[in-house]
Nanobody, 120 residues
Framework: QVQLVESGGGLVQAGGSLRLSCTAS????????TAWYRQSPGKQRELVAQ???????RYADSVKGRFTISRDIAKNMVYLQMNSLKFEDTADYYC??????????????WGQGTQVTVSS
């Protein structure tokens, strides 16, 4: 069973930086993509950043230019570097990995989440 474990969340002042880490229980190259999502109270979970095996990346408009997703395949780890943090970045952040099976069905795997709180 795939396990994803996040770390690196915490409390930071607005304008500060944090780096989130996600460790996968198997090679991240076995996934079509890995990503970070976030969810704040009363809101739907939203995609923050995604990186595919082609190394192509995708970001939410709200974090472009401030957040960077990267990965270390040898360590089975995915990172989210968050700079210039804003109060509205406060949320629970979740690591996600997904892949299609032989039937074309998509399977998503999730970590337990790590809390990021930005004080204004």
């Amino acid at each position: 069973q795939v396990q994803l474990v996040e770390s690196g969340g915490g409390l930071v002042q607005a304008g500060g930086s944090l780096r989130l880490s996600c460790t996968a229980s198997e090679s991240i190259f076995r996934f079509d993509a890995t990503a970070w999502y976030r969810q704040s109270p009363g809101k739907q979970r939203e995609l923050v950043a995604q990186i595919r095996n082609s190394e192509s990346t995708r970001y939410a408009d709200s974090v472009k230019g401030r957040f960077t997703i990267s990965r270390d395949i040898a360590k089975n780890m995915v990172y989210l570097q968050m700079n210039s943090l804003k109060f509205e970045d406060t949320a629970d952040y979740y690591c996600n990995a997904w892949r299609f099976d032989a039937s074309g069905d998509r399977h998503d795997y999730w970590g337990q989440g790590t809390q990021v709180t930005v004080s204004s």
